[in-house]
């Protein structure tokens, strides 16, 4: 999750400190929160990037020490935030913040506003979206330069990607809007750009939003077709998440409400999946991947509120988890069986 306390993009002691404790949870991957791949694609001020020099060096010695001291594969999310960006930190409202009062100009598919009342973004012409996926392409090569595993591509809610796919906030009349195939096509040029980026035995997986819960807007269907059309070109993994385009969407809330889109993913076109969305017990997380729902649970609240809860879903499901040797002796005598004896540091 983000955290928006990064420095013009650049990663801080901050960073450091949270990575830090998650790699030593015994999660079996942890991802970067989505990093911008350009200084107008942050959200906030405060978002973490990689474009340049400057970002990149920031952010090394923070992925250096999370290999140095944990096994733990290490992935980053890639991430541009479109008609959503220059924004207020959500404890501040997250409202839109114009150029004249130190924000900066947002770009999008078309020139909708995300909410009424705000100034629209301004419409990408070709080379605007040229300079976006070159920029992806970029960022990935930079990650992989620093260390991480793998590529996520944040491609869900309401971002640029999601706002090209969205009928909702794509109304353009070009190639890259109208049917469902041309409003994937800048999404899945994309994706070429950082699958090309990204070596083939380093992974390369999608966030999605599986709905808009919107009528008439972006929808299950139409994300197995995209999934499909990921599959076709390399993709490794889709993360099913939702909502996000409009605040007009009617989002139906409950314990693993996400579950089923994911589900349906999987069953569809055989792509491993990963699901998301108030997963907050280990039982309920185990049972999920057992029954063939999902291929992979991502927790994301639930591990901000407990940086340690793969020890304690491992305790409860009697499974074992890999932590740096330090933290060995930590369990009750009951549970001290979860650890795997196994020394820390691949770099």
Same mark, same amino acid.
């Given at each position: @999750?983000? *955290?928006?306390? +990064?420095?013009?993009?650049? /990663?801080?002691?901050?960073?450091?400190?949270?990575?830090?404790?998650?790699?030593?949870?015994?999660?079996?991957?942890?991802?970067?929160?989505?990093?911008?791949?350009?200084?107008?694609?942050?959200?906030?001020?405060?978002?973490?990037?990689?474009?340049?020099?400057?970002?990149?060096?920031?952010?090394?010695?923070?992925?250096? /020490?999370?290999?140095?001291?944990?096994?733990?594969?290490?992935?980053?999310?890639?991430?541009?935030?479109?008609?959503?960006?220059?924004?207020?930190?959500?404890?501040?409202?997250?409202?839109?913040?114009?150029?004249? +009062?130190?924000?900066?100009?947002?770009?999008?598919?078309?020139?909708?506003? *995300?909410?009424?009342?705000?100034?629209?973004?301004?419409?990408?012409?070709?080379?605007?979206?040229?300079?976006?996926?070159?920029?992806?392409?970029?960022? /990935?090569?930079? $990650?992989?330069?620093?260390?991480?595993?793998?590529?996520?591509?944040?491609?869900?809610?309401?971002?640029?990607?999601? *706002?090209?796919?969205?009928?909702?906030?794509?109304?353009?009349?070009?190639?890259?809007?109208?049917?469902?195939?041309?409003?994937?096509?800048?999404?899945?040029?994309?994706?070429?750009?950082v699958r090309g980026a990204v070596p083939e035995d380093k992974p390369v997986g999608v966030k999605v939003s599986a709905t808009d819960?919107?009528?008439?807007?972006?929808?299950?269907?139409?994300?197995?077709?995209?999934?499909?059309?990921?599959?076709?070109?390399?993709?490794d993994w889709i993360d099913v998440s939702s909502a996000g385009i409009s605040p007009h969407q009617k989002v139906m809330i409950g314990?693993?409400? *996400?579950?089923?889109? $994911?589900?349906?993913?999987?069953?569809?076109?055989?792509?491993?999946?990963?699901?998301?969305?108030?997963?907050?017990?280990?039982?309920?997380?185990?049972?999920?991947?057992?029954?063939?729902?999902?291929?992979?649970?991502?927790? $994301?609240?639930? @591990?901000?509120?407990?940086?340690?809860?793969?020890?304690?879903? +491992?305790?409860?499901?009697?499974?074992?988890?890999?932590?740096?040797?330090?933290?060995?002796?930590?369990?009750?005598?009951?549970?001290?069986?979860?650890?795997?004896?196994?020394?820390?540091?691949?770099?």
């Open positions: @999750m983000c *955290q928006y306390v +990064a420095e013009d993009g650049k /990663a801080t002691a901050w960073h450091l400190m949270h990575l830090g404790t998650l790699a030593q949870s015994g999660a079996g991957m942890l991802c970067i929160e989505a990093t911008a791949v350009l200084p107008e694609g942050r959200i906030t001020h405060g978002c973490l990037g990689l474009w340049d020099d400057a970002t990149e060096s920031a952010l090394k010695p923070v992925v250096a /020490a999370v290999r140095d001291y944990s096994n733990t594969p290490l992935i980053m999310q890639v991430a541009h935030a479109g008609r959503k960006a220059s924004s207020r930190v959500p404890w501040e409202g997250g409202e839109l913040i114009l150029p004249a +009062a130190d924000g900066w100009t947002i770009y999008g598919p078309s020139a909708i506003s *995300q909410k009424d009342g705000e100034n629209p973004p301004v419409e990408l012409d070709e080379a605007g979206m040229r300079r976006i996926r070159d920029a992806f392409g970029e960022t /990935a090569r930079r $990650a992989l330069r620093l260390g991480v595993h793998g590529i996520e591509i944040h491609g869900a809610h309401g971002y640029l990607i999601h *706002q090209f796919l969205s009928p909702i906030s794509n109304r353009r009349t070009d190639q890259y809007g109208g049917s469902l195939e041309n409003r994937m096509r800048f999404p899945l040029e994309l994706f070429e750009t819960w919107v009528a008439c807007g972006w929808d299950l269907e139409q994300t197995i077709e995209f999934a499909r059309e990921l599959k076709k070109r390399g993709a314990p693993g409400y *996400q579950v089923p889109f $994911a589900q349906a993913v999987r069953e569809a076109t055989g792509l491993t999946t990963i699901a998301v969305g108030l997963i907050t017990e280990p039982h309920q997380a185990e049972e999920i991947v057992a029954s063939g729902k999902a291929d992979l649970v991502a927790l $994301a609240r639930a @591990m901000l509120y407990d940086p340690r809860w793969p020890w304690h879903a +491992a305790a409860e499901l009697g499974g074992q988890v890999d932590t740096a040797p330090s933290f060995w002796r930590a369990p009750p005598r009951q549970h001290g069986g979860i650890f795997h004896y196994n020394q820390y540091g691949q770099r």
